[in-house]
């Protein structure tokens, strides 16, 4: 098993930023990827970025391309997403997920945090 806590969340106004953590923990050997998404309310969870544990592989959704970086310390089995230029309709519930694949479809990913929510005032 392995176990996934977000931090980071929180209310801003438009145009700032927010860094976002993800702190693994558990069988962290298992990890081949880790990526984020999020859910805002009344809507479908949606993919944000993914990144692979090892290597240089990632992906971003286009309204993350540009604005938010997604990265990891292996070392320290944790994930970042700083997210910058943050837009009102960036509020959601942004959850943290890892899995052994690359990939954009949440279903590809084992492992799930809880989420942190972010609230952005325009």
């Known amino acids: 098993q392995v176990q996934l806590v977000e931090s980071g969340g929180g209310f801003v106004q438009a145009g700032e930023s927010l860094r976002l953590f993800c702190k693994a923990s558990?069988?962290?050997?298992?990890?081949?990827?880790m990526g984020w998404f999020r859910q805002a309310p009344g809507k479908e969870r949606e993919f944000v970025a993914t990144?692979?544990?090892?290597?240089?592989?990632?992906q971003y959704s286009d309204f993350a391309r540009g604005r938010f970086t997604i990265s990891r310390q292996n070392a320290e089995g944790t994930g970042f997403l700083e997210m910058n230029g943050l837009k009102p309709e960036d509020t959601a519930v942004y959850f943290c997920a890892a899995g052994e694949v690359v990939g954009t479809n949440g279903d590809e990913y084992k492992y799930w945090g809880r989420g942190t929510q972010v609230t952005v005032s325009s």
């Open positions: 990144i692979a544990w090892f290597g240089n592989a990632l």
């Open positions: 558990g069988r962290t050997f298992e990890l081949r990827a």
